[in-house]
């Protein structure tokens, strides 16, 4: 009877221990994971997935964004991927937007993606100051790039500075030297 | 008496090194699966103080 009941608490830790690696595999591995690569100038960043499920300190029920400086003319080249680490396949509609103050500037990509399981789809776009309007010398401007696919929708604000050009110097005229 | 250090000193590091490996290699844990774990964590050191109890340490 003590042999059985000692090796109850050595089965029960065992369980544990079990319980523990299926959190691990179903909790922290299975699912749809994106992850966002943003290149501005020679820079690269990084959005892993583990930033929109950390929260980083955004309070309870407030959206959680991503905030990129950039100079105005510099283009963003967006890498955009999504992890399938299921048994089935997964199918979503992506699309990214360009947004200022709650309204839609215009699209930037909109595609149906099939992703098979344990694969991955790689989608790129590029943001270009062209297509915005220019801020006034001196100030910055923001905009949000809205990235949609099922049921989850990131955010990440771009601040586009604007110093203002540089004044064209005089072009400078030789005087005739006098005879 | 120098016999359980060196046990408790391997206890340690073995947790050590299963809390080290899990934060290299599970990133996308969620709140609700934290606290499950750390439920997990306490009943398993719980239950397995519990057996070498009984086993006579």
């Known amino acids: 009877m003590t042999t059985k009941r000692k090796n109850l608490f050595l089965y029960l830790a065992l369980v544990c221990f079990i319980g523990l690696i299926v959190i691990f595999i179903i909790d922290g591995y299975l699912g749809i994971y994106d992850t966002t690569y943003i290149t501005v100038g020679e820079q690269e960043q990084i959005i892993e997935p583990d930033y929109w499920l950390a929260g980083h300190g955004a309070p309870a029920g407030f959206e959680l964004d991503y905030y990129i400086p950039a100079q105005w003319g510099q283009k963003l080249f967006f890498r955009y991927e999504i992890d399938n680490h299921r048994f089935a396949s997964y199918s979503t509609l992506v699309q990214a937007s360009v947004w200022q103050e709650n309204e839609k500037v215009f699209d930037l990509f909109s595609e149906q993606e099939s992703i098979g399981s344990f694969d991955k789809a790689t989608m790129e776009w590029t943001l270009s100051t062209e297509d915005l309007e220019q801020p006034v010398p001196g100030t910055s401007s923001q905009y949000t790039i809205k990235i949609i696919y099922g049921e989850v929708a990131r955010k990440i604000v771009v601040d586009f500075y604007y110093p203002g050009e540089y004044p064209v110097p005089p072009e400078v005229v030789p005087v005739p030297t006098p005879e | ?57």
């Open chain 2, 1 to 57: 008496m120098r016999t359980y250090i060196l046990y408790g000193f391997g206890i340690l590091l073995c947790i050590a090194g299963i809390g080290y490996l899990a934060s290299e290699y599970v990133n996308y844990i969620s709140e609700p699966g934290k606290l499950v774990c750390l439920i997990l964590i306490v009943g398993m050191l719980g239950f397995l103080g519990k057996y070498f109890e009984k086993i006579g340490w």
